[in-house]
C-alpha cells in the first residue's frame, strides 16, 4: 500500500501562486506521477503529469501557468502555480500509478477568490 500526501493548498488572490507538493511513501522513480484536480459534480481532471524520465504534460487549461516537477533522490512530486484564476479552485490530488495498482492522496484545496 502507498500513501500519499499532498500539502500546500491554501486561499489566494487571483494572480497569485501556490505551491503544492505531494510525497509518497514509497519510491516513485520508475513512475509518472499526476496532478488532478476535482470540484463537486465534476469529474476528476488530468492537470499535469511527469513521466519517470522527468518529461512534463499539461492540460491546455494550465499551461503555461503551472509546472509540475519530482525530486530526483526523494519520492516527492511538487505543482507550481502561478497566475491562478477562479476557475484553478479544486480540490487538487497526487496520483501515482504502478505496475499492478493506482495511489491517490486525499488532496489539498485551492480556492482562488478576490
Known amino acids: 500500500q502507498v500513501e500519499l500526501v499532498e500539502s500546500g493548498g491554501g486561499l489566494v488572490q487571483p494572480g497569485e501562486s501556490l505551491r503544492l507538493s505531494c510525497t509518497a511513501s514509497?519510491?516513485?522513480?520508475?513512475?509518472?506521477m499526476d496532478w488532478y484536480r476535482q470540484t463537486p459534480g465534476h469529474e476528476r481532471q488530468l492537470v499535469a503529469r511527469?513521466?519517470?524520465?522527468?518529461?512534463?504534460t499539461y492540460s491546455n487549461s494550465v499551461k503555461g501557468r503551472f509546472t509540475i516537477s519530482r525530486d530526483e533522490d526523494k519520492p516527492i512530486a511538487w505543482l507550481q502555480m502561478d497566475n491562478l484564476r477562479p476557475e484553478d479552485t479544486a480540490l487538487y490530488l497526487c496520483?501515482?500509478?504502478?505496475?499492478?495498482?493506482?495511489?491517490w492522496g486525499l488532496g489539498t484545496r485551492v480556492t482562488v477568490s478576490s
Open positions: 496520483h501515482l500509478k504502478t505496475f499492478s495498482n493506482e495511489y
Open positions: 514509497m519510491s516513485t522513480s520508475l513512475f509518472a
Open positions: 511527469i513521466s519517470a524520465a522527468g518529461v512534463p
